[in-house]
């Protein structure tokens, strides 16, 4: 014979599933917030970014064979290593590299997928890191990312990068992109 449970015992269990779900769903949503012990940090710095030249800083190293290697043929993949200063001239600090790969991943040439790494080696950020990705839309001026992760100072760092073109010469393929961190730690 199967035990049988009255109404109220049933009534209580469901309460107690249900309590129980709902302190799950708050823990999880929990994450998505600032925690008290969390500070934001925002940090703007300047790529100096070369594309062709003895000094480029961005080179294709791969694409799809018989087409051009460009940031609008799909399935062309770009390295990254731009030297990244506290101001926008050259002879600013330079304060660390953005380092990575950049891929053309839509077929129409619209956007490029982001996998950086900002590396620190001057100020007190040096040997930290800050972890980025995300679709970077080429055509547009102001892009964002996400910061995914850190190193060092920047340990579980979450938030988003927002990148701006602020100067273009297409006689040397010089650009200087503005770059601001805005991070929970």
């Known amino acids: 014979m199967s035990p049988s449970f009255s109404t109220p015992m049933k009534f209580m269990s469901f309460t107690i599933l249900l309590l129980i779900i709902a302190i799950m769903i708050s823990q999880s949503n929990g994450d998505q917030v600032a925690k008290p012990n969390q500070s934001q940090t925002t940090l703007v710095f300047y790529l100096q970014d070369t594309t062709s030249g003895p000094n480029a800083t961005v080179a294709a190293v791969i694409g799809v064979n018989g087409k051009v ?81 850190g190193t060092g100072k920047f340990r579980y760092a979450r938030g988003f990068a927002s990148l701006e073109t602020i100067f273009y010469d297409p006689a040397t393929t010089h650009s200087v992109i503005r770059l601001t961190l805005n991070i929970l730690m």
């Open 69 to 149: 290697w460009s940031y609008t043929t799909f399935g062309t993949i770009f390295v990254v290593d731009d030297p990244v200063h506290i101001g926008v001239s050259t002879t600013s600090t330079q304060v660390g590299r953005v380092q990575g790969l950049l891929t053309a991943s839509a077929f129409d040439g619209s956007t490029v997928h982001v996998v950086l790494s900002v590396v620190f080696n001057n100020l007190q950020y040096s040997g930290s890191t800050i972890e980025l990705q995300g679709i970077s839309r080429q055509r547009e001026n102001y892009r964002e990312i996400s910061v995914v992760s």
